[in-house]
C-alpha cells in the first residue's frame, strides 16, 4: 500500500515561488507515474502536471505551463512542484497522487492519494 505524503504548501504574496514536496512510503515511486492536483473551494479537482519515473516524461495542466516545473528523485521517492509567478487564481489545496491506469489528465485514473497542502496566493 503506497502513502503519500505533501508538504510545502503555505501563504505567498502574487508573483512569488513556493516548492510542493511528496514523498512516498510503501512502494517504489519509480514504478509508477506521480501527478498533481489541485481544488479550489466549489470547484472540481484539476490537473496540474504529472511526470514518468526519472520524469522522463513531462505533462502539464494548460493554466500552469511556463510557470510550473514538476520533477523526481526516485532515489529519495520523493516528487516536487515548483511553483512560480504565482497567482491568486492558484489558491487552492494541492494533492499528489501516484499509479495511473488511464489518461494521466483524469483524477479516475490514479490511484493512491496524498492529504493535501494547502497553498494561498494573497497580498
Known amino acids: 500500500q503506497v502513502q503519500l505524503m505533501e508538504s510545502g504548501g503555505g501563504l505567498v504574496q502574487p508573483g512569488g515561488s513556493l516548492r510542493l514536496s511528496c514523498t512516498a512510503s510503501?512502494?517504489?515511486?519509480?514504478?509508477?507515474?506521480m501527478g498533481w492536483f489541485r481544488q479550489a473551494p466549489g470547484k472540481e479537482r484539476e490537473f496540474v502536471a504529472a511526470?514518468?519515473?526519472?520524469?522522463?516524461?513531462?505533462f502539464y495542466g494548460d493554466s500552469v505551463k511556463g510557470r510550473f516545473t514538476i520533477s523526481r528523485d526516485d532515489a529519495k521517492n520523493t516528487g516536487y512542484l515548483e511553483m512560480s509567478s504565482l497567482k491568486p487564481e492558484d489558491t487552492a489545496v494541492y494533492y499528489c497522487?501516484?499509479?495511473?491506469?488511464?489518461?494521466?489528465?483524469?483524477?479516475?485514473?490514479?490511484?493512491?492519494w496524498g492529504q493535501g497542502t494547502q497553498v494561498t496566493v494573497s497580498s
Open positions: 497522487a501516484g499509479v495511473v491506469i488511464g489518461s494521466v489528465y483524469s483524477a479516475a485514473s490514479y490511484r493512491y
Open positions: 510503501g512502494g517504489t515511486s519509480s514504478r509508477y507515474i
Open positions: 511526470a514518468t519515473s526519472s520524469a522522463g516524461t513531462v
